[in-house]
């Protein structure tokens, strides 16, 4: 199983950016899956994060300003980020649970995908 993350970028303050992540591999299921980000010098923190159900949760820092949805046809996640501020400036990394085909369940990183807002 392989997650590909992507749309990173230069902004700047008040812009958007989409951030995309689609995993690949011998997938049976994809349960929850997440967006996380580390800043420089900072701890890596759960920005949102989405059920397989559908239900989202976001960082406070966050809300109302990002935006998490899935393509499960895709199995492609998203973020939808709008009114970027420079403090978003950070790398961000998908993650996923996922359960392949034999029935190992497990979690699994992107690479991650720079994103620079600019004041």
């Known amino acids: 199983v392989q997650l590909q993350a992507s749309g990173g970028g230069l902004v700047q303050a008040g812009g958007s950016l989409r951030l995309s992540c689609v995993a690949s591999?011998?997938?049976?299921?994809?349960?929850?899956m997440y967006w996380y980000r580390q800043a420089p010098g900072k701890q890596r923190e759960l920005v949102a994060r989405?059920?397989?159900?559908?239900?989202?949760d976001y960082a406070e820092s966050v809300k109302g300003r990002f935006t998490i949805s899935t393509d499960n046809a895709k199995n492609t996640m998203y973020l939808q980020m709008d009114s970027l501020k420079p403090e978003d400036t950070a790398v961000y990394y998908c993650?996923?649970?996922?359960?392949?085909?034999?029935?190992?369940?497990?979690?699994?990183w992107g690479q991650g995908t720079l994103v620079t807002v600019s004041s």
């Open positions: 591999g011998s997938i049976s299921r994809t349960n929850t």
């Open positions: 993650n996923a649970d996922i359960s392949v085909d034999g029935g190992y369940r497990g979690s699994y």
């Open positions: 989405i059920t397989i159900g559908g239900i989202t």
